[in-house]
């Protein structure tokens, strides 16, 4: 009949998914699904701060929460995420899970040394900067439309093997989520996502604060630390 829908309870889409996950674990013991433990979906800011973009824009708004319900049931099996690119496993309605992709378009140098023109001075902690912990107008200038760090819609690129004629899939609107979710877990996620060089900032942001001592000691300012040094001491 035109217009059926075959009809799940929420209690056996979570059963046939967890099911499934099983399944897919056997194979393949690295898989990554994302669990969202309460009612909200990310609870820290750089999660938080991931989900809010993306509800900002009118492109998206009308669409995203569409995969609310689907991250919060546990129907993303698999999330994962490298440099520029989000792929994922999203459980539908079909037995087999559909494939999500979602490319992301690279932070563009000139937008991310003005960024870190505003912000070196400001940071003043590697923990702070994770925790997203930082004055008001920082978390601004991150956040600000076309200019900060946080991808607008023309910047991302998504496809699921779904059968939805729909612009945004739910499947895709649960990944879009899920990361928000696993950046709770991983904030670091974010810098690899966007291809930016995590490493500048932290250099800046040390080599801000030597110079400031060395300004307080009375004594000439130099470059001390490089990228090897820097990048060893934090372990990228």
């Known amino acids: 009949m035109w217009g059926y829908y075959d009809y799940k309870p929420v209690a056996q889409k979570k059963a046939e998914a967890r099911k499934q996950l099983e399944r897919l674990m056997k194979k393949n013991?690295?898989?990554?699904?994302?669990?969202?433990?309460?009612?909200?979906?990310?609870?820290?800011?750089?999660g938080e701060a991931w989900n809010k973009n993306l509800e900002s824009y009118a492109d998206y708004a009308n669409r995203i929460g569409r995969g609310s319900a689907y991250v919060k049931n546990g129907m993303v099996l698999d999330l994962q995420i490298t440099k520029g690119e989000i792929n994922a496993l999203v459980q539908g309605s079909r037995r087999e899970p559909y494939k999500v992709s979602i490319r992301i378009d690279r932070l563009p140098d000139t937008q991310w040394d003005a960024i870190l023109g505003q912000i070196s001075h400001r940071i003043g902690s590697v923990e702070e900067l994770v925790s997203g912990k930082f004055p008001e107008d920082l978390s601004q200038v991150f956040l600000r439309q076309g200019q900060g760090l946080f991808p607008h819609p023309k910047e991302i690129s998504i496809s699921c093997s779904c059968p939805d004629w729909a612009y945004m899939c739910k499947h895709v609107a649960a990944a879009l989520y899920g990361v928000g979710a696993r950046l709770d877990q991983d904030p670091l996620l974010f810098f690899t996502m966007r291809d930016i060089d995590f490493s500048?900032?932290?250099?800046?942001?040390?080599?801000?604060?030597?110079?400031?001592m060395l300004k307080n000691a009375g004594k000439k300012t130099k470059r001390i630390i490089d990228d090897a040094d820097i990048a060893g001491l934090f372990g990228i």
């Open 29 to 46: 013991p690295n898989i990554s699904p994302v669990i969202v433990e309460g009612r909200k979906i990310a609870k820290t800011w750089w």
């Open 200 to 212: 500048a900032l932290l250099k800046k942001s040390v080599e801000e604060k030597i110079r400031n």
